[in-house]
């Protein structure tokens, strides 16, 4: 299956958010540790620099992480292949033991509103397996669940998010 999309002619007319979950951790500290990725994740690392390169070829993105390490370690190839900064922004990390629902939400909103506002073609954000169908329920009305190195696409157009692409395991070569 190709992943590619015919361009438009003017790409800036679409504005994107690229959701990523983070790829497969090691789990030597169990569920409940700040782990990194495993090898099956180092593999899907590469699926993710691989279909980006695919979609958007060399467009720059601005690229949002969790603060946890296995996100960090998910999107940190994309970013030093792009030369792009890579932000930690607790907006996009899981929710906490002492978090309220209500609090997890809130924080997911914003993190939408900043991403509706931000100057950026290509917005990525790394987070994680529960934060991901919050945000969509928040932003489209429906829940969505991402595979781990799985990605989603959203476009912004006439101000209204609009799911444009959804790839649950990137082909690794």
């Known amino acids: ?31 409940s540790g700040d782990n990194g990725i495993s090898k ?3 593999k899907q690392t590469k699926g993710v620099t691989r279909l980006y390169e695919e979609r958007f070829g060399d467009v720059k993105p601005v ?3 969790s603060p946890k390490l296995r996100c960090i370690e998910t999107v940190e190839p994309l970013a030093e292949k792009k030369n792009a900064k890579l ?6 990390d899981e929710a906490g033991p002492d978090e309220s629902p209500e609090d997890f939400v ?9 991403w509706k506002k931000h100057e ?3 917005v990525i954000a790394c ?22 190195g799985g990605w989603a696409e959203l476009e912004l157009e006439d101000g209204k998010p ?12």
């Open 40 to 42: 099956k994740g180092t």
């Open 120 to 122: 950026s073609e290509i």
């Open 87 to 92: 932000t930690i922004s607790d907006l996009l």
């Open 63 to 65: 690229i949002y992480s």
């Open 127 to 148: 987070t994680h397996g529960d934060w991901i169908p919050t945000f969509f329920y928040e932003i489209l009305g429906t829940s969505i669940d991402l595979k781990k």
């Open 106 to 114: 809130k924080k997911v909103r914003e993190f939408a509103n900043q």
């Open 1 to 31: 299956m190709s992943t590619k999309e015919p361009r438009s002619k003017n790409k800036a007319e679409k504005k994107r958010l690229v959701i990523v979950r983070h790829a497969h951790r090691d789990k030597p500290m169990g569920h």
């Open 162 to 173: 609009k799911l444009s692409w959804i790839v649950q395991e990137p082909e690794i070569v």
